[in-house]
């Protein structure tokens, strides 16, 4: 579906019905602590600005636990993974957690991981806050922000055990693939950021997207696929009600397990 104010195609209207604007849009600075992703820094992006409605719930959970489970962008500043969470353990990160429903349930079932959410989509920002709490959840953080910036900037070099790219915008038409935010260069970027043996985990239901994922994590000299092609999904991933109307509608769901050399 085209979008009337963008004129760009709504790839995954299904699981995000708006997008919010990230905090701040100083992504020069950011950018700098990682050259090659320059052609981000001038404004190319992996999601759509939309105006959207939130829920009271949302909007309570936003303005009341973002100061507790938050974490501010900082452009300048570098977090240890200690430091975030105040204890010594595994940190994972996902990138672009649309309403939190698998990072909440992943969180729940590994309570031993840290792990760092980031999104720019503020319902699930506190649709996931709300969650953090009803649940009891200790062990995870949320950056609303660009994930490109966040991670270009905060975890040092070296310090991420696993980053987690569930679903995200497969930018279908071939004029918007420099927007997928699996290029080449954000791949360089995680795999800077992982730790030896740590881990990228993809999953997506398109499978040109998929493939395309694929050709570049494997054109990547820093990992090395755990699987021959394809990974099996790790048993703590649940399936979420996207991906089950994915699987109704026949799209095979595709996983890509790459590990730090
Ligand atoms: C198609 S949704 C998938 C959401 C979720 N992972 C799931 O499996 O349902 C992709 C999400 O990535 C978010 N996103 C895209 N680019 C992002 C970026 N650069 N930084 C943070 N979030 C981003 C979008 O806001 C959207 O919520």
Request: net charge neutral; hydrophobic share 45%.
């Amino acid at each position: 579906m085209e979008n009337s104010i963008t004129g760009l195609e709504e790839p995954h209207a299904a699981a995000n019905a708006d997008t919010a604007a990230p905090e701040s849009t100083a992504s020069t600075l950011a950018m700098a602590t990682h050259e090659r992703m320059s052609d981000r820094a001038v404004g190319i992006r992996s999601y759509v600005l939309r105006s959207g409605r939130m829920t009271a719930m949302q909007h309570k959970a936003l303005a009341q636990l973002y100061a507790q489970h938050g974490v501010a962008w900082d452009a300048g500043r570098s977090i240890e993974p200690r430091e975030l969470f105040g204890e010594e353990a595994p940190l994972v990160v996902e990138v672009g957690f649309g309403m939190g429903i698998a990072t909440a349930a992943i969180a729940a079932a590994l309570p031993s991981t840290n792990f760092l959410g980031i999104e720019v989509y503020a319902p699930g920002v506190g649709k996931l806050l709300s969650e953090i709490e009803r649940l009891g959840l200790k062990n995870i953080k949320i950056c609303r922000h660009d994930a490109l910036e966040v991670i270009g900037a905060m975890p040092p070099s070296g310090s991420v055990t696993g980053f987690h790219v569930f679903f995200p915008d497969p930018w279908p038409k071939k004029r918007h693939h420099k927007r997928r935010i699996m290029s080449a260069e954000f791949i360089r970027l995680l795999s800077e950021r992982l730790k030896p043996g740590g881990y990228v985990y993809f999953v997506s239901d398109w499978e040109e997207y998929a493939e395309w994922t694929l050709e570049r994590l494997a054109a990547e000299p820093l990992l090395a696929n755990a699987y021959e092609r394809w990974a099996t999904r790790e048993p703590w991933r649940p399936v979420t009600k996207f991906e089950q109307r994915a699987l109704i509608e026949g799209r095979a769901i595709r996983e890509l397990k790459f590990i730090r050399v």
